[in-house]
């Protein structure tokens, strides 16, 4: 099976509509350094406008058939936290052959990770504490959901302008239906123990990690952005988190599950819905 790069990809863009099987009108976007493109695991996702309408098009680096049930499964899932992809399979010539693309409608915002440092560096507290609010909602969503979204970082997760929270890239979503598909996540977002694992649990450490992140921001805003925002865990992060959490048992519970032996976090759902912050 043939693999692209990306810079074959981006090149196959800028030939524009003749390299596509179906689209017309696409338009990659640029800034001063070329095409806006992000480079992921299994492809990239440029910003682009098809027939008028801004889209986040994502290329895939090789054609996998299981993309097929995977985007079935997302168009039937009914989830106010999904942006509605549209899959075209051999779509976007490469030279030699067709590649898959996905088409997912543009969500404006900024990332989670931005606006957690832009209020942290603006001294917003009451606008972190909405930050909190509402990613504590995202997790209980997806904890009582059926279908985990298996990547979840704050690269993933969309602050709109109305401060509610979307989640993009979702190819690694895990579904009951779905075979296992051998995705690893991202580090640092995934507990040095899951492997492979492929289950309802793979969203467990990310979430735990982001909460206790925004929690411990929230209670003390002196604390050290190098060290403990939502990082990888070092060996600074726990003795400075810690004491804020002395006397909040939930809190606790998951900043130790960062630590713990297993990704699987004994009642997360309870932790986040009685959050004590």
């Given at each position: 099976m043939?693999?692209?790069?990306?810079?074959?990809?981006?090149?196959?863009?800028?030939?524009?509509?003749?390299?596509?099987?179906?689209?017309?009108?696409?338009?990659?976007?640029?800034?001063?350094?070329?095409?806006?493109?992000v480079a992921?695991?299994?492809?990239?996702?440029v910003?682009?406008?098809?027939e008028g309408?801004?889209?986040?098009?994502?290329?895939?680096?090789?054609?996998?058939?299981?993309?097929v049930?995977?985007?079935?499964?997302?168009?039937?899932?009914?989830?106010?936290?999904?942006?509605?992809?549209?899959?075209?399979?051999?779509?976007?010539?490469?030279?030699?052959?067709?590649?898959?693309?996905?088409?997912?409608?543009?969500?404006?915002?900024?990332?989670?990770?931005?606006?957690?440092?832009?209020?942290?560096?603006?001294?917003?507290?009451?606008?972190?504490?909405?930050?909190?609010?509402?990613?504590?909602?995202?997790?209980?969503?997806?904890?009582?959901?059926?279908?985990?979204?298996?990547?979840?970082?704050?690269e993933n997760?969309?602050?709109?302008p109305?401060?509610?929270?979307?989640?993009?890239?979702?190819?690694?979503?895990y579904?009951?239906?779905?075979?296992?598909r051998?995705?690893?996540?991202?580090p640092?977002?995934?507990?040095?123990?899951?492997?492979?694992?492929?289950?309802?649990?793979?969203?467990?450490?990310?979430?735990?990690?982001?909460i206790?992140?925004?929690?411990?921001?929230?209670?003390?805003?002196?604390?050290?952005?190098?060290?403990?925002?939502?990082?990888?865990?070092?060996?600074?992060?726990?003795?400075?988190?810690?004491?804020?959490?002395?006397?909040?048992?939930?809190?606790k519970?998951l900043?130790?599950?960062?630590?713990?032996?297993?990704?699987?976090?004994?009642?997360?759902?309870?932790h986040?819905?009685?959050?004590?912050?």
């Amino acid at each position: 099976m043939p693999k692209f790069s990306t810079r074959e990809i981006l090149e196959s863009l800028c030939f524009g509509d003749s390299m596509f099987r179906t689209l017309s009108n696409v338009e990659p976007l640029t800034d001063s350094r070329g095409i806006r493109f992000v480079a992921g695991r299994e492809g990239i996702v440029v910003a682009a406008e098809v027939e008028g309408k801004r889209v986040a098009l994502k290329c895939y680096t090789r054609p996998n058939s299981a993309n097929v049930s995977l985007f079935s499964l997302l168009d039937s899932i009914d989830s106010p936290l999904l942006a509605k992809p549209q899959f075209l399979p051999q779509e976007l010539w490469m030279g030699n052959c067709y590649t898959d693309i996905t088409l997912y409608p543009w969500i404006e915002g900024e990332t989670l990770e931005w606006t957690m440092r832009y209020l942290l560096h603006n001294h917003f507290r009451e606008r972190l504490a909405d930050l909190l609010g509402e990613f504590r909602k995202v997790a209980l969503q997806l904890l009582e959901a059926e279908w985990r979204h298996g990547d979840l970082k704050p690269e993933n997760i969309i602050v709109t302008p109305d401060g509610s929270l979307r989640l993009i890239d979702c190819d690694s979503i895990y579904h009951p239906t779905l075979p296992s598909r051998g995705h690893t996540g991202t580090p640092p977002f995934v507990h040095r123990s899951r492997g492979d694992a492929y289950d309802s649990h793979i969203d467990d450490y990310s979430i735990a990690l982001i909460i206790t992140s925004l929690a411990a921001h929230l209670l003390d805003q002196t604390l050290p952005a190098d060290k403990t925002l939502i990082t990888l865990p070092s060996e600074g992060f726990y003795p400075i988190v810690a004491p804020l959490f002395d006397e909040r048992p939930h809190l606790k519970a998951l900043l130790d599950a960062l630590y713990s032996s297993d990704y699987k976090i004994d009642q997360l759902h309870n932790h986040i819905l009685n959050l004590d912050v």
